[in-house]
Antibody, heavy 117, light 106 residues
Framework: EVQLQESGPGLVKPSQSLSLTCSVT????????WGWIRKFPGNKMEWMGY???????SYNPSLKSRISITRDTSKNQFFLQLNSVTTEDTATYYC???????????WGQGVMVTVSS | DTVLTQSPALAVSPGERVSISCRAS??????MHWYQQKPGQQPKLLIY???NLASGVPARFSGSGSGTDFTLTIDPVEADDTATYFC?????????FGAGTKLELK
């Protein structure tokens, strides 16, 4: 069975970088697409970006200057880095398999990240 | 960006039929998908590409629509269906989600 698990710090200071890891088991990240989605307090959900089976990436233009998604195929992990965070980046962050860039069929449990000094 | 508009909340009695709507600000072909999220849990895929039931999802759930208007139907509603339901489109970049419809049971 495909399983994803996010990990990373739950508290980040303003202006610093947010870094999260998504560990995948049961399926190789060298197949398909893998995305990051966040859910803000109040329920709004935002697609942040994805990394493909080949390592190419696509990002939401609202984040394009601050976001980077990379991967380590030897560990079957992919990563999110979001730079220059503000309190508005406080959210629950999810990683998910993005089946053929259509829909998110497997999700991690999510990690809540608070941006605060 | 493609804006997806959902009703904020609905309340129904167990055993009834409920329809949850999602309207897109521009056409998304059939690339609309539905998720269920319960408090403290990750979203769960229910319906993909407008009308296809995801694996393991009860047949009480169904989806319809194309273009800009889509509907998720639950018939009959059960107590366990209390959750927030989100639509998501993948036809236009950036991919976007609706604000969610909170379903409560009377």
């Amino acid at each position: 069975e495909v399983q994803l698990q996010e990990s990373g710090p739950g508290l980040v200071k303003p202006s610093q970088s947010l870094s999260l890891t998504c560990s995948v088991t049961g399926y190789s990240i060298t197949s398909n697409y893998w995305g990051w989605i966040r859910k803000f307090p109040g329920n709004k959900m935002e697609w942040m970006g994805y990394i493909s089976y080949s390592g190419s990436t696509s990002y939401n233009p609202s984040l394009k200057s601050r976001i980077s998604i990379t991967r380590d195929t030897s560990k079957n992990q992919f990563f999110l880095q979001l730079n220059s965070v503000t309190t508005e980046d406080t959210a629950t962050y999810y990683c998910a398999r993005f089946w053929r860039r259509y829909y998110f069929d497997y999700w991690g449990q999510g990690v809540m990240v608070t941006v605060s000094s | 960006d493609t804006v997806l508009t959902q009703s904020p909340a609905l309340a129904v009695s167990p055993g009834e039929r409920v329809s949850i709507s999602c309207r897109a600000s521009e056409g998304v072909n059939s690339y609309m998908h539905w998720y269920q999220q319960k408090p403290g849990q990750q979203p769960k895929l229910l319906i993909y590409k407008a009308s296809n039931l995801a694996s393991g999802v009860p047949a009480r759930f169904s989806g319809s629509g194309s273009g800009t208007d889509f509907t998720l139907t639950i018939d009959p509603v059960e107590a366990d269906d209390t959750a927030t339901y989100f639509c998501q489109q993948s036809w236009n970049d950036p991919y976007t989600f609706g604000a969610g419809t909170k379903l409560e049971l009377k």
